[in-house]
């Protein structure tokens, strides 16, 4: 390979031999691997990890922008490229060997492969302004309305020379907001489309109680997101757009609760 890689795993609350992530990576030895651990509970990951994997403890949930900090943080000095995955992603054996014919390709800054989840694709996706959807095609994005989840997502190292994620994020939109931070800086972004990955997810929580914790810190990190869009516009689609996703939740509660 012409570049060299370092994978970043973030695990919450699950022994980490449970995770289809860690699982695939520790089977490529020629990546470095660091592990940010953000449980609330001691799954005695510490001493699971292989001997070759850089284990953070985060001391619990510290959120994703804290625990990226922290990994990329730990590789300063390093040249190449930094993969952040989430740790319910299936990765491949040959996702590195694709990635680096990618890169050699695009020299692009940033590359984000193609995710899809039982619904369809995932990542990579469309924004315009501060509202997201899902694509049926690759023909739908371009260079304005790119957008994309972390998981999977390739980063070069030197991007991080004058860039840290915004702490104030706590888990939703610290992979849009950096995005739109790439794309302002005139970063290159490019969809690595040989590369398909599989992310286990479900979007829905049938469990009202649960769904409408999980629905607050969306919606502090929405706003935030919205706010930094520096528009009013902004603002009043986004408080719009968690109106119906409130409502959606609570329907979703009344059907199958």
């Given at each position: 390979?012409?570049?060299?890689?370092?994978?970043?795993?973030?695990i919450?609350?699950?022994?980490?031999?449970?995770?289809?992530?860690?699982?695939?990576?520790?089977?490529?030895?020629?990546?470095?691997?660091?592990?940010?651990?953000?449980?609330?509970?001691?799954?005695?990951?510490?001493?699971?990890?292989?001997?070759?994997?850089?284990?953070?403890?985060?001391?619990?949930?510290?959120?994703?922008?804290?625990a990226?900090?922290?990994?990329?943080?730990?590789?300063?000095?390093?040249?190449?490229?930094?993969?952040l995955?989430?740790d319910?992603?299936?990765?491949?054996?040959?996702?590195?060997?694709?990635?680096?014919?990618?890169?050699?390709?695009?020299?692009?800054?940033?590359?984000?492969?193609?995710?899809?989840?039982?619904?369809?694709i995932?990542?990579p996706?469309?924004?315009?302004?501060?509202?997201?959807?899902?694509?049926?095609?690759?023909?739908?994005?371009?260079?304005?309305n790119?957008?994309?989840?972390?998981?999977?997502?390739?980063?070069?190292?030197?991007?991080?020379?004058?860039?840290?994620?915004?702490?104030?994020?706590?888990?939703?939109?610290?992979?849009?907001?950096?995005l739109?931070?790439?794309?302002?800086?005139?970063r290159?972004?490019?969809?690595?489309?040989?590369?398909?990955?599989?992310?286990?997810?479900?979007?829905?929580d049938?469990?009202?109680?649960?769904?409408?914790?999980?629905?607050?810190?969306?919606?502090?990190?929405?706003?935030?997101?919205?706010?930094?869009?520096g528009?009013?516009?902004?603002?009043?689609?986004?408080?719009?757009?968690?109106?119906?996703?409130?409502?959606?939740?609570?329907?979703?509660?009344?059907?199958?609760?």
């Amino acid at each position: 390979m012409n570049n060299k890689f370092f994978a970043v795993m973030v695990i919450y609350n699950r022994k980490i031999g449970d995770s289809i992530t860690y699982n695939s990576l520790k089977a490529c030895p020629q990546v470095s691997l660091t592990v940010c651990d953000n449980s609330t509970e001691d799954y005695g990951n510490s001493q699971a990890v292989a001997e070759n994997v850089n284990y953070i403890s985060m001391g619990g949930n510290a959120g994703l922008a804290k625990a990226y900090n922290q990994a990329v943080d730990a590789l300063k000095g390093n040249d190449g490229y930094v993969c952040l995955f989430d740790d319910d992603t299936s990765v491949e054996s040959n996702y590195f060997e694709l990635l680096d014919a990618e890169i050699e390709k695009s020299n692009a800054d940033i590359l984000l492969p193609v995710v899809r989840d039982e619904t369809g694709i995932m990542s990579p996706c469309a924004i315009d302004g501060v509202l997201t959807r899902r694509i049926n095609s690759l023909n739908e994005i371009n260079g304005n309305n790119i957008s994309g989840i972390n998981s999977g997502m390739a980063v070069k190292l030197s991007v991080f020379d004058s860039y840290r994620y915004d702490e104030n994020y706590f888990l939703d939109f610290i992979d849009h907001a950096f995005l739109r931070d790439m794309k302002k800086d005139g970063r290159k972004i490019a969809v690595a489309d040989s590369i398909q990955l599989r992310q286990s997810f479900s979007a829905n929580d049938r469990n009202v109680q649960r769904a409408g914790k999980r629905f607050e810190i969306f919606k502090k990190d929405y706003l935030k997101f919205c706010n930094d869009a520096g528009s009013k516009n902004a603002l009043v689609k986004g408080r719009l757009y968690l109106l119906k996703r409130w409502v959606n939740i609570n329907i979703i509660y009344r059907i199958t609760g």
